[in-house]
């Protein structure tokens, strides 16, 4: 459109602009859409189109700042600021880094023409945003985040017409806006290139940004992985694909005895013996979790659960292994909290006042303070684990495992494994890794052997060998593996007669008979029977608390403390609870409580035979009356015949309207 020539065109431009600055109209034909934009912002907010001196100028101390905060952006642009004005040193440039809100970091030119630019404050510290000097490159270009070049009379302001400026924005790796670089001269000194110069030098500012930044997170995540590794309580290695240590944390190092510094560049065969399959996660591609290994050789054994992994390229390609080494005791106290192997109870929830009660928890809390072999006897339901647990958090070992194992309860061909352990390959549908049994899972704590007198015969001499040894070995397996455990023996059995019959070895009763503890039946202390029931209602009102809160009947306490609780503690627990829901929150009745404790033999006789069964209130009334007359009208001894109190049996007669 304008062949007639640069200074032509820079004549029209001119009257453009004035025209524009005289009546706001903009000749869409000669400005381009980016200029005619800036144009109406800077009229907008309200730039003095005869000015473009910087006004908004830094002191030493807000620029030292801004250098600061943008340290990384000066020091990588710097060398290409320099490379840039080299090409055109002597041609009156300058070449100019800015900030993102438009204040000149960094100023390099030829001399004159910084003179001249001072003359606009076009200096380091001086703020050239549009709203502060109009439409310029380096302000236009922070506005529409594009590169672009402002010729003459594209300027807004008048002062800035003898100028040309081409600008780029800067962009960091994540492509937010960071700054500008610029170059700037006499406007008849313009030329497209210049342009593609600043753009070019702008690319290889973010290169290099992006490069450094790569390069720092490559640093910081090395720095990561070497304190995770270092703040891991786990033994950790990584082997490259040759077998060479490349890494190895302190832990796994303290545990060897040797400075990291003397191990990595070694081969791992040399650093210890130990049953590690480098080449075949090598060769197979898979690793394992958890399997069991011996380190060391001679009396420096140690058993660990054993963790390895490939490690692959980008490519899947096998560029090494990844190892972690866990101490097999660390790793059995996770299994026994995660599977609640913790005794719970204490000397405190024992529930009684009668003498035998008292005197066994006071014998309890003596053996506590033992680590001998301990053998309680009781019948079922007497709270022989209870006892168990109780001792095993009064003594020494409370911070370790409690794990309980019903003898009784396990088939006769598992039992020797679940107490001892297999290795792999034991036995068919044996676990490729192996097992560790109950008494590995114990060590450093207490092991109960509930039902004891239930043993199989041919276990038993397996067992007072563990005993005497304080070692197993496992199912299949041939290495002793040590083990800290105290045994606490309970039974329901007579284990002399058991010895007699040939049923229980001799020495292995003598063996956990060390320490003994009867724990009474609960016929034998009928005064807690109260306790006990009081206690299990608060126990049930916090099971079910939907319930009221349950109170017991005299008649009903009558009949329980009457019963011979062949079934003991866990027998009144029972019924109690069943009790509870059948008066549905309300009083125990009598009505409430099972027929083998009321003794109404009768309910479940034949139909025929159950033809002339009275009312129960007629034969209470005809009792009462009949003790009444054996006793000669005595109402102390009729009520010892009746086995109930003075009182209820006046209340009774009074219900019956019954008269001495």
Sequence with gaps: MFREGPKIYEEQLKKAW??????????RNLIRMEIAESWLRCRSMGVNPFGGKGKDV?????????L?????????ARPLMKNLYALVEGSGFVVILVDKDGYLLEVIGDPDVMRNASELNFIRGVNWSEKEV????????????KPIQVVGAEHYCQLHHPWTCSAAPIHDPKGRLIGVLNMSGESFRVHPHTLGMVVAAVHSIENQLRVELASENLIELNEHLKATMESMSD????????????????????????????IVGMHYSRVVKWDFKFEEILNSGQGYVDREMILGDGEGKVRFAVTSKPIRDSYGNIKGVVTTLRDIHRVHKLVNRMVAAQAIYTFEDIIG????????????????????????RGESGTGKELFAQ????????TGGPFIAVNCAAIPRDLIESELFGYEEGAFTGAKKQGHPGKFELANGGTILLDEIGDMPLELQGKLLRVLQEREVTRVGGIRPIPVDVRVISATNKDIGLEIKNKNFRKDLYYRLNVLSLHIPPLRQRKEDIPILIKFFLKKIAKKYP?????????????????HDWPGNVRELENVIERAVHLSRGKTIMIDHLPDNIVGNDNFNAPKEERQDVMPLKEIERKTIKKALCSSGKNITKAAKMLKIGRSTLYRKMKKYKINL
């Design 18 to 27: 004035w025209q524009f600055i005289k009546t706001g109209y903009i000749n």
């Design 58 to 66: 830094l002191t030493k101390k807000e620029l030292a700042k801004r």
């Design 68 to 76: 600061a905060f943008n340290e990384r952006l000066v020091k990588m």
């Design 134 to 145: 109009g439409t310029n490159a380096i302000g236009t270009a922070l506005e529409i985040d």
């Design 235 to 262: 033994g950790m290695l990584a082997i490259s694909k040759e077998g060479i240590i490349t890494h190895i944390n302190s832990t796994l190092s303290r545990l060897l005895g040797i400075t990291p510094q003397h």
């Design 353 to 376: 006042e009668s003498r035998t009660i008292k005197e066994a928890v006071e014998l309890g809390k003596i053996y506590a303070r033992s680590n001998s072999n301990l053998l309680i």
């Design 390 to 397: 109780a001792i095993h958090n009064a003594s020494m070992r």
């Design 546 to 562: 939907e319930m009221d809160y349950t109170d017991i009947s005299e008649e009903a306490m009558e009949k329980l403390m009457n």
